[in-house]
């Protein structure tokens, strides 16, 4: 059995201290190309989701999966938009909403408006802009960073 020492010597520990760079480096190439693979949307697209018919702008891409959550006792969706702007689009959809009336979507400061012939609530909230309504049983959430994509992506 033959057993290697390797001399600690300059050389060797100037490697050791380079190999954990390289490796960063690596991780962060990984991290810039991923998100470069990011395929925007050239032209605007309509999307049904959880039974709901939006338009999602040019632009924009889908960022990350569908999340699941509970609110309200409800079960419920939210599909995530970005674009290369820092802009974001979030719907959440809560789909056994049984018959709940309009007032449940309140939240404190919110203003009673009506965005392409659904009458709902509208409020901002940490640089979103939120319009809450009720379709077909469901109640939806739109929620986007630029106040009048809430025309674009609601039908």
């Known amino acids: 059995m033959e057993i290697f020492i390797l001399p600690l010597n300059k050389s060797f520990n ?8 390289i490796i960063l480096s690596c991780i962060l190439l990984g991290a810039v190309s991923a998100s470069q693979n990011i395929d925007y949307s050239s032209e605007s697209h309509n999307i049904t989701f959880e039974g709901v018919n939006f338009t999602i702008p040019q632009g924009f891409a ?36 049984m018959g709940m009336s309009l007032d449940e979507l309140y939240r404190d400061g919110a203003v009673k408006s009506t ?22 049983d469901k109640g939806i959430l739109v929620g986007v960073t630029n106040e009048t994509r809430l025309y674009e992506v609601i039908l």
Do not use: A, R
């Open 115 to 136: 965005v392409n012939g659904h009458n709902g609530w509208n409020y901002t909230e940490n640089g979103m802009h939120y319009f809450g309504y009720v379709h077909d």
């Open 62 to 97: 889908e960022s990350k999966d569908n999340e699941d959550f509970n609110e309200l006792g409800s079960e419920g969706q939210t599909c995530f938009y970005i674009n290369e702007w820092n802009g974001e689009i979030v719907i959440t959809v809560i789909s056994d909403w």
């Open 14 to 21: 100037m490697e050791m201290k380079i190999i954990p760079l």
